[in-house]
């Protein structure tokens, strides 16, 4: 596609629910990221793919929170029992190569947990 | 955590003054890169200065970086209303805990007014 492509744009869900929030990068790209974005913060890191593969998934805040990438491809974060701390903005970018080159930001996921 | 801080974390000036914000870091890194985002929620990839780089240009943007005070400074001359937005700076992490990660910034708020 020509950019990266982010699903539901707005997502409003009931305090223990489960979501999931999809991305699909620009294709050719390798390096997938998705980030966490708080009012007036910047982008907290969650967790990047090589690939398939997680490849660090070191901010992950705790293990509600869940990230595939299947076929190198589309990826889904996945957010079981959720809170309301877990309101933000979820940011997914992909690259050519992890952090060597420009990363393409898609426009996010406002998730909204009532 | 965050690597980045940037500073100020408001700012405000006149069409067509120059705008420097400034970004400092704790870790060694690969490389260094400027976003922007507007009200709304994709960031935007601006420049991208690797670590034997030490001034990179873009158009109205230019950027530093001064490796042993581990800090970098963007600069946007002759700025205009439209380049009201947030501005994020973003470290690679360098040497053996390279892992690809992308870690972001607080952010400056910039406006500029008409």
């Known amino acids: 596609g020509a950019g990266v492509s982010q699903t539901p744009s707005n997502k409003v869900t009931e305090k223990g629910k489960y979501v999931e929030l999809r991305c699909d990068p620009i294709?050719?790209?390798?390096?997938l990221y998705w980030y966490r974005q708080s009012l007036g913060q910047g982008p907290e890191f969650l967790i990047y793919?090589?690939?398939?593969?997680?490849?660090?998934d070191s901010g992950l805040p705790n293990d509600r929170f869940f990230a595939v990438r299947p076929e190198g491809s589309v990826s889904t974060l996945k957010i079981q029992r959720t809170e309301r701390g877990d309101s933000a903005v979820y940011l997914c970018?992909?690259?050519?190569?992890?952090?060597?080159?420009?990363?393409?930001f898609g426009q996010g996921t406002r998730l909204t947990v009532v | 955590s965050q690597q980045g801080e940037e500073d100020p974390q408001a700012l405000s000036i006149q069409e067509g003054e120059n705008a420097t914000m400034n970004c400092s870091y704790k870790?060694?890194?690969?490389?260094l890169q400027w976003y922007r985002q507007n009200s709304g929620r994709g960031l935007v990839h601006l420049i991208l200065?690797?670590?034997?780089?030490r001034e990179k240009h873009s158009g109205r943007l230019r950027v530093t970086l001064d490796t042993s005070k581990k800090s970098s400074s963007l600069l946007i001359t002759a700025s205009r209303a439209a380049d009201t937005a947030s501005y994020f700076c973003?470290?690679?992490?360098?040497?053996?805990?390279?892992?690809?990660?992308?870690?972001f910034g607080q952010g400056t708020t910039l406006q500029v007014k008409p």
């Open positions: 200065i690797r670590s034997n780089e």
């Open positions: 294709s050719g790209h390798t390096a």
């Open positions: 793919f090589q690939g398939t593969g997680a490849a660090d």
């Open positions: 970018a992909s690259s050519l190569s992890a952090g060597i080159t420009e990363a393409f």
């Open positions: 973003a470290t690679l992490h360098g040497g053996s805990g390279n892992t690809g990660k992308l870690i």
């Open positions: 870790t060694s890194i690969n490389n």
